[in-house]
């Protein structure tokens, strides 16, 4: 495994790597007020964050060195599923990188808190794949 | 343009009690709320950008926005802030956002069931013909629902 590079918005979430599961990067999004609904639970949209950012760093670590995998992926489509509320605790996500192909890349993630086996989001994305500058 | 229905779901006043949380860490910003819909804004901040190179705002902000603007569509339909979990989301990214641009994320509850919520709504950043990116969700209504 390659090491990964966030992006500036896993900083702002206070997102950073783990270390490793099943050969893919395990992230951590450590527990903040500033993650929190209305509802007192974590917001929709930072799980949804914490999941992209998993599936591009599962993407980057299947990557040769030098190559940039920000430039070169950008998400198509994002299907979120969410299963159990976000307690306001410390949240994981490890993606799955289903199959990188010439133009789009799948990947399947997960996020859970305490127990891997009781996810509390699941989310699909498909990627598109643009060659790097001169290339 | 803003105008609250008699059945008592006033977002301003909700929002003026939130002190902390993800909304307020991100920016966003009320704009508008109708019968059955919402729109709220974020402005561009380069700390939550994909990549320093394009400055392109990252997926997770709008997926924050278009959440966050759906589950007061919502509320707005229900007429009241009760308990309510977002089910699933599918944003669909037409185009990157332009660098520097605010993004207004309008979202439609176009469906009311006394278990579920129906939403969907459209990104732009500027010019809501040119989209960014479109959604589709459903949120569950919780507690004694509808």
Known sequence: MTPVALLPYADFLGIRIAGERHGAPLLVMPFSEGLLNLQGRLHGGAISGLLEIAAIAAIDATLEEGEDPRSVFKPITVTVDFMRPGQPADVYACAQVVRVGGRVANVAVCAWQDDPDRAIAAARMNLAITPPAGK | ?146
């Open chain 2, 1 to 146: 343009m803003r105008n609250v229905m008699a059945s008592g779901f006033d977002p301003a006043e909700l929002l003026a009690a939130a002190k902390a949380g993800h909304m307020v860490a991100l920016g966003l910003r009320f704009v508008a709320v109708g019968p059955d819909w919402c729109e709220f804004a974020i402005d561009y901040d380069r700390r939550l950008v994909s990549d320093a190179a394009t400055g392109i705002l990252a997926s997770g902000p709008i997926m924050s926005l278009m959440d966050t603007a759906g589950g007061f569509a919502v509320w707005a339909r229900r007429g009241k802030f009760a308990a309510q979990a977002t089910l699933d989301l599918r944003l669909d990214y037409l185009r990157p956002s332009r660098p520097g641009q605010t993004v207004i994320g309008r979202v439609e509850c176009y469906r009311l069931t006394h278990r579920i919520a129906f939403v969907r709504g459209v990104a732009h950043d500027g010019d809501p013909d040119h989209p960014i990116a479109h959604l589709a969700g459903t949120y569950m209504l919780l507690g004694d629902g509808k």
